[in-house]
Structures are given as C-alpha cells and as structure tokens.
Nanobody, 120 residues
C-alpha cells in the first residue's frame, strides 16, 4: 500500500507565497513522475506542474515564472513553491505520483488535496 500526505495549504494574501509538500510512504520500489494538479470550484482538474525522474519540469502557462516544482527522491517527496499568488490560483491542490510498488507495475497515486485560498 502507498499513502500520499499533502501539507502546506492555507489562506494567503495576493502576492504572497506558499510551499506545498507531498510525501509518499509505503512499499515503494520506484517513483517515475510527480505532479501537482488543482481544481477550482466548478472547473475541471488541471495540471499545474510536473517533474520527471530525470528532473525535467513542465508548467501550465498560467503559473510559469511564479511556481516551481521540485522533488526529493530520498524522501519520496514532491514540493510546489508558489510565489506571487493571485486570487485565480485559489483551488484545491492535489499531488499525483507514478509509483511502482514491490511486485507490481506502475500505478498513479493521488494525495488527499489541500486547499489554497488567495484573498485579501
């Protein structure tokens, strides 16, 4: 079994910063890709940022230059540093990791979601 635990969300004023963390634990053999998604009320879930096991990163146009994704393989943790936050960044943020557990193939696992609210 694998568990993903997210932390770091909260309420912040426009222009502020937050750092999200997502830590995976369990019978993990390897992690291939890690990503952050978000879902605002009434909208579909969208990819915000991704990072491959080789370190390549990608970002949604709306967050380029403001958000930075990073991974710590030793801790099975992915981070999302969010700067210059805007009200339109308000959403529930989810991490997703592609993980191989011992004796199984690759599967996607999701975090429980953490609320980010940007408001004055």
């Amino acid at each position: 079994q694998v568990q993903l635990v997210e932390s770091g969300g909260g309420l912040v004023q426009p222009g502020g910063s937050l750092r999200l963390s997502c830590a995976a634990s369990g019978n993990i053999f390897s992690i291939k890709d890690m990503g952050w998604y978000r879902q605002a009320p009434g909208k579909q879930r969208e990819l915000v940022a991704g990072i491959s096991d080789g370190g390549s990163t990608s970002y949604a146009d709306s967050v380029k230059g403001r958000f930075t994704i990073s991974g710590d393989g030793a801790r099975n943790t992915v981070y999302l540093q969010m700067n210059t936050l805007k009200p339109e960044d308000t959403a529930v943020y989810y991490c997703k990791l592609r993980i191989m557990i011992w004796g199984n193939g690759w599967n996607d696992y999701w975090g429980q979601g953490t609320q980010v609210t940007v408001s004055s």
